[in-house]
């Protein structure tokens, strides 16, 4: 397998989170559709920092997902509120705000 | 074919197929169990490629941290008894047009790139250099990253905290 090959299978993995973002009705499944875009910015930097002496990829990657945890946790705080105050997680009935 | 390209072919292979999945199927909860299975396979390509610590914080991050964070929103946010744990799609067409048309630009992008062919690896030992990183050229960046995910944590109890009646 070569390079191309495997950057062609990270766009494939962006591109599924990017149709899941789109498409679902629910908000953690959005949630979760971004978690894998993410994932897929990692393995770019993980591939292209093979072969590099300084690693400066595979610490951009241990970056990324810190903050990828800090988002997902403060993502889950702000939809367990909306799921308080809406009785539902669908994102086509959240449609007031302050209401 | 040496044995890590064949692994190499095969993990990638159910890293498609589990995203494939992901987008189609409808329950939520099988949704963030095929997530596990990707978020997985994916630390097994890290290893693989020669990035031993991403892989270990990959699992121990996403599939620790992230995953049972997101279990734990499906169990409060859904009405469990009764109803399905289930979720609808709308906006195919529109998100598949979107969707195919930016997975099409990058394809041609990867294309017409012209990168060498590095895919033996040479870093041995990574994890030394890399400790050696953090706290070295990328300090400043360690130290920023701890505060904001303090903040962050200590912000979504917060807001996630019941109000006073």
């Known amino acids: 397998m070569t390079t191309e090959h495997l950057l062609i299978l990270s766009a494939f993995v962006f591109c599924i989170g990017l149709f899941i973002s789109l498409t679902k009705q629910n908000s953690i499944f959005i949630l979760i559709g971004i978690e894998l875009m993410l994932n897929a910015a990692n393995v770019n930097f993980v591939i292209f920092s093979q072969n590099e002496p300084s690693l400066q990829g595979q610490m951009a990657a241990i970056f990324i997902m810190v903050i990828a945890a800090a988002e997902t946790a403060v993502a889950l705080a702000i939809l367990f509120k909306i799921y308080r105050h809406y009785q539902t997680s669908d994102l086509k009935e959240v449609n007031e705000l302050k209401g | ?165």
Not at chain 2, 134 to 159: D, R
Request: aromatic residues 8%; proline residues 2%; hydrophobic residues 55%.
């Open chain 2, 1 to 165: 074919m040496e044995i890590s390209s064949i692994g190499t072919v095969i993990m990638a292979g159910m890293v498609a197929a589990g995203c494939i999945g992901l987008a189609i199927t409808k329950n939520l909860f099988y949704a963030a169990i095929t997530l596990m299975m990707v978020f997985l396979i994916v630390a097994g390509l890290y290893v693989v490629w020669g990035a031993e610590f991403v892989g270990i914080s990959q699992i121990v991050v996403y599939v620790g941290g992230v995953l049972v964070l997101i279990v734990f929103g499906i169990l409060l946010t859904q009405r469990i008894q009764g109803y399905k744990v289930e979720t609808s799609n709308y906006r195919i067409i529109p998100g598949l047009i979107v969707s195919g048309a930016f997975f099409y630009m990058l394809v041609n992008l990867i294309n017409n790139l012209s990168i060498g062919n590095h895919t033996e690896i040479s870093n041995e030992d990574t994890v030394p250099q890399i400790g050696v990183n953090l706290v070295t050229e990328n300090i400043l960046a360690f130290e920023a990253i701890a505060i904001l995910l303090l903040v962050a944590l200590i912000g979504a109890s917060t807001i996630a905290k019941p109000e006073k009646e």
